[in-house]
């Protein structure tokens, strides 16, 4: 039923380590890819899009690329510190948000 | 306030009573979505609402569900006879424009995290 995967379900770095968090999709007809990072007892705060046309975003120390022909994402965060201790989301957007079961990171001081 | 409200941030019930989840939107807000996520999983959509209309209720689980926003803004997600499996945090989103316009992002509330016992 999941349409969208993201591997691994956790994953705990010692602080300054840079993370790399996959997301893979089936449906090669995206329109786009957004990754979420979400607290926990909190919302989504959405992090990066990357149209379907895009290849990659940047914000600061993330970076989000997409290849469509491999049904790939990869969000990177450069430098990670304690308070990037989350899970992280990725969903394909549509007329609704199909999202993948997130990663779970923990950075350890 | 700014955001997107939800109410109660937590509900517990025992099986089989009924139980309304609220949530309030960003003010203009024409696009509302509710989304069900298990513990450990990501979200997943129940239905969607462009202004009082319900165009998409494909990812309600069952006719216990069931959701409306009567004036086009505040909407209430009822479940019925709950069950146990029904225990997850319900979140509320809302846009500004029309679902599936390129970037309009969809605000998220905080949640309602609904314990069945």
């Known amino acids: 039923k999941q349409e969208v995967t993201q591997i691994p379900a956790a994953l705990s770095v010692p602080e300054g380590e840079n993370l790399v968090l996959n997301c893979s999709f089936t449906?090669?007809?995206?329109?786009?890819l957004q990754w979420f990072r979400q607290d926990p007892g909190k919302g989504l705060t959405s992090l990066l899009l990357i149209q379907s046309s895009q290849r990659e975003q940047t914000s600061g120390r993330l970076n989000a690329s997409l290849d469509k022909s491999s049904g790939r994402s990869t969000l990177y965060i450069a430098a990670s510190q304690p308070g990037d201790s989350a899970t992280y989301l990725c969903a394909r957007r549509g007329n609704k948000l199909t999202f993948g079961g997130g990663t779970r990171v923990l950075v350890k001081p | 306030g700014a955001g997107v409200s939800q109410s109660p941030r937590y509900k517990v019930a025992k099986r089989g009573q009924d139980v309304a989840l609220r949530c309030d939107p960003i003010?203009?807000?024409?696009?509302l979505f509710w989304y069900q996520q298990a513990l450990g999983q990501g979200p997943e959509f129940l239905t969607y609402?462009?202004?009082?209309?319900?165009?998409?209720k494909s990812g309600l689980p069952s006719d216990r569900f069931f959701a409306e926003r009567p004036e086009g803004s505040v909407s209430t997600l009822k479940i019925q006879r709950t069950q146990q499996e029904d225990s997850a945090v319900y979140l509320c989103?809302?846009?500004?424009?029309?679902?599936?316009?390129?970037?309009?992002?969809?605000?998220f509330g905080d949640g309602t995290r609904l314990s069945i016992l």
């Open positions: 003010s203009g807000h024409v696009s």
């Open positions: 989103a809302s846009s500004f424009k029309k679902a599936g316009r390129v970037n309009q992002p969809q605000h």
């Open positions: 609402f462009q202004n009082e209309a319900q165009l998409d």
């Open positions: 449906d090669s007809a995206i329109y786009n």
